[in-house]
């Protein structure tokens, strides 16, 4: 892999700018096809919900976090996000917070990462839907105008 290749990936992982700066990157500097960019892009946006998964568990297994979390917990939040509405919720949330974010807010409310893992995946997919169609029409765009 070249360092581009490599510039790439570290955009996609990215927690501010993620996919809004690695699907244009891929296919208007790279020269990526289409298909791979929109198959790579939603599963490196998806790193960042592993690594603040992991990262939590690890700080679950310390006395002074569950104390800090557990004084500040509230039930009201917990229920809410375990009911069949946070599907839609989680879906809205992810592309406009981040994935990591909302990763972390759900852990907070104790919802694992196996209840939101398909609707940050499927939102992080009409993102990258989304940033390729613009990256494809924006500048057709501006060449038949200029033309």
């Known amino acids: 892999m070249s360092v581009l290749d490599w510039t790439y990936v570290f955009l996609g992982v990215e927690p501010l700018g993620g996919i809004l700066a690695s699907v244009?990157?891929?296919?208007?500097?790279?020269?990526?096809?289409?298909?791979?960019?929109?198959?790579?892009?939603?599963?490196?946006?998806?790193?960042?919900?592993?690594?603040?998964?992991?990262?939590?568990?690890?700080?679950?297994?310390?006395?002074?976090?569950?104390?800090?979390?557990?004084?500040?917990?509230?039930?009201?939040?917990?229920?809410?996000?375990?009911?069949?509405?946070?599907?839609?919720?989680?879906?809205?949330?992810?592309?406009?917070?981040?994935?990591?974010?909302v990763m972390a807010f759900m852990r907070y409310a104790r919802v694992p990462q196996r209840r939101v893992a398909l609707p940050i995946l499927l939102s992080m997919t009409a993102v990258s839907l989304v940033t390729t169609a613009l990256c494809l029409l924006v500048p057709a765009l501006f060449a038949t105008a200029a033309s």
């Open 24 to 101: 244009p990157f891929g296919l208007l500097v790279l020269q990526y096809p289409v298909w791979l960019v929109l198959v790579t892009s939603p599963l490196l946006a998806y790193v960042q919900v592993v690594v603040v998964d992991v990262a939590w568990t690890g700080l679950e297994r310390m006395a002074w976090w569950r104390g800090f979390l557990d004084r500040r917990r509230s039930p009201r939040v917990e229920r809410l996000l375990a009911g069949r509405g946070a599907f839609w919720s989680t879906f809205a949330a992810a592309p406009l917070v981040g994935p990591w974010a």
